[in-house]
């Protein structure tokens, strides 16, 4: 069965930091871009980050740019989100999702362009 599970969401004071991870089973995510998504209440979900299959190519939403990192670790299945210096607006449920892109140079941040989702992890930012 193929699955996304998310993990490490908390609450948090602002300017903390939070380590989100996403592991995957039932198939092999090293042939797999991924994204990182979020969903505050009353919004539409907006794609955050990205990293390709090998971890060379990454992408960042302005808002997170300079505060988050996106990293993967083929070996365990795993892509995670470091979140430093969070903010009340970084609140939200945040998803990760996997693509099989044409090219493995690639990763996007469109959620039209991914297939596998996980369940979502709620970060809470609040003093």
């Known amino acids: 069965q193929v699955q996304l599970v998310e993990s490490g969401g908390a609450l948090v004071q602002p300017g903390g930091s939070l380590k989100l991870s996403c592991t995957a089973s039932?198939?092999?995510?090293?042939?797999?871009?991924v994204g990182w998504f979020r969903q505050a209440p009353g919004k539409e979900r907006e794609g955050i980050s990205c990293?390709?299959?090998?971890?060379?190519?990454?992408g960042y939403v302005d808002s997170v740019k300079g505060r988050f990192t996106i990293s993967r670790d083929n070996a365990k299945n795993t892509v995670y989100l470091q979140m430093n210096s969070l903010k009340t607006e970084d609140t939200a449920v945040y998803y990760c999702a996997a693509d099989r892109p044409s090219v493995s140079w690639y990763c996007g941040m469109d959620v039209k362009e991914y297939d596998y989702w996980g369940q979502g992890t709620q970060a809470t930012v609040s003093a």
């Open positions: 039932g198939f092999t995510l090293d042939n797999y871009s």
């Open positions: 990293i390709n299959n090998s971890g060379d190519t990454t």
